[in-house]
């Protein structure tokens, strides 16, 4: 059993800290925000993920929560860093709040390990060392433990992960950081800590590769005639390929990719180097979230007028993050258009979104309108009753952005129905 102070009450400091309390060790977790802190104390949850709530409520005296950074850090033999790093203006990782952390802890910290799990840009574990040097704390060590935990499967991933990745400057740390996972069965990668560091962002940048391959396809596909659902299957049974992350769509968000597509194309070209690969991905992302907008002109001509429901708005299913979600470009683009839009999500709250009108149910969202939009893959989507939803709509227009339901079944239900990468009624020559 260990002592582990987690700084950082996101998504990724919460699950840390109730996994790592799961395993048996005793956490604090500290965040700066009284009123996060309160809630998690009171027993609220802040975040939509599922299994947390079990972890936590089963945790007891194992976890503990405070805004204090002495009470954190008292008798903590790891310190974890799970703050948020995002981008800046500039696209490089704004690394303030990492920062902030690494100077506030005292002169007298005792023999701790400062683990990071945040994403941080290649080179700021050698930098983190020295600041702490500089401060006299050259007992304190330091290791990269970078997660790869997705979120919506952000437990199950970090109990069963494919690997552990430990980077450390001395071994006695990443022994130690190695130790504290003892209870959960996955290969551990040890490296020096720039290769932990490397390892995380490519890691996400070949994911987003696979995903704009596959979407580049998948438009081939579109003016080809060809069926992107069939070719993914036929593609990713090659074991060299694999099926995973071959799913076209409406593009990839979330407060990952997005941001660390671009802390990594920064960081190569602040080292001098242009990376064409990366860019592209990035481009070809950023276009594909708006192709749903000529798809809906090709059918409704102007959009001006027009309403248009979007079914779902969180990034991915099974959260309710909205961070770079593609259905905020879309409601963006459609109201520009001189579009209505009105959205439904079981779960994330649009009320952000402005002049985009939230309905309770997709049957709320879809009555009236003249086309319908899958954003988000929710299962409750594949439950809609189609053939009822279509004669309370204006127009059967149905651009299913996931390629999560049957086109036969849509087109049998008298829907005009257009997938992403699959063979439309007729394909353009
Ligand atoms: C991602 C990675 O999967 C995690 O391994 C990583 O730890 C995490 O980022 C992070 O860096 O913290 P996450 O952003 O939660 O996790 O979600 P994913 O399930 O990976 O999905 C990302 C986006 O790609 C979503 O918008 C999803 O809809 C899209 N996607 C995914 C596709 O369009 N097609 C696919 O085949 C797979």
Redesign the pocket.
């Known amino acids: 059993m260990s002592k582990i102070a987690v700084f950082g009450a996101g998504y990724?400091g919460l699950v840390t800290g109730a996994a790592f309390a799961d395993l048996g060790h005793e956490v604090v977790i500290r965040d700066v925000l009284p009123e996060r802190i309160e809630a998690l104390r009171a027993g609220r949850v802040p975040i939509h993920e599922p299994g947390l709530d079990e972890l936590l409520a089963r945790a007891g005296d194992r976890l503990r929560f405070t805004t204090d950074v002495a009470e954190a850090i008292d008798g903590a033999e790891f310190l974890y860093v799970a703050v948020g790093t995002p981008p800046t203006y500039s696209g490089d990782a704004d690394l303030s709040a990492v920062w902030t952390v690494v100077d506030e802890l005292p002169a007298d910290t005792g023999n701790a390990v400062v683990v990071m799990k945040s994403?941080v840009p290649v080179g700021t574990g050698a930098k983190v060392r020295k600041r702490l040097d500089g401060r006299g704390l050259t007992h304190v060590g330091y290791a990269s433990n970078p997660?790869?935990?997705?979120?919506?499967t952000a437990v199950r991933?970090f109990m069963r992960p494919d690997r552990i990745v430990i980077g450390a400057f001395r071994d006695a740390d990443a022994d130690a950081v190695a130790e504290l996972h003892s209870g959960i069965d996955a290969p551990i990668v040890r490296s020096d800590v720039a290769s932990a560091e490397m390892i995380?962002l490519a890691?996400?940048a070949a994911?987003m590769t696979?995903?704009s391959f596959?979407n580049e396809i998948a438009n081939v596909c579109e003016a080809t005639g060809a069926d992107v659902v069939k070719v993914a299957e036929g593609v990713g049974l090659d074991q060299r390929i694999g099926k995973?992350?071959?799913?076209?769509?409406i593009?990839?968000?979330?407060?990952?990719?997005p941001k660390?597509s671009l802390a990594l194309k920064q960081l190569a070209a602040n080292s001098g180097y242009h990376f064409q690969l990366l860019n592209a991905v990035i481009e070809v992302n950023e276009l594909q979230k708006r192709r749903v907008i000529a798809k809906l002109q090709r059918h409704l001509g102007s959009l001006s007028g027009k309403t248009v429901a979007l079914l779902g708005l969180a990034?991915?299913a099974h959260?309710d993050d909205m961070r770079e979600a593609?259905s905020i470009v879309l409601a963006g683009r459609l109201l520009s258009e001189g579009a209505s839009v009105r959205a439904w999500d079981p779960v994330a709250d649009g009320s952000g979104l402005a002049g985009v009108e939230i309905a309770a149910t997709p049957e709320a969202a879809l009555a009236g309108a003249d086309a319908a939009v899958v954003v988000t893959e929710w299962p409750q989507i594949a439950q809609i009753d189609w053939p009822t939803v279509a004669s309370s709509m204006r127009n059967t227009l149905l651009v299913d952005g996931r390629n999560m339901l049957d086109p036969e079944t849509l087109r049998a239900a008298g829907f005009t129905y257009e997938g992403i990468g699959r063979a439309a009624a007729e394909p353009s020559s």
């Open positions: 990724v994403t997660e790869f935990t997705a979120e919506g991933d995380k890691a996400n994911l696979r995903i596959i995973s992350f071959l799913r076209a769509g593009g990839y968000g979330g407060s990952c990719f660390d990034f991915k959260t593609p």
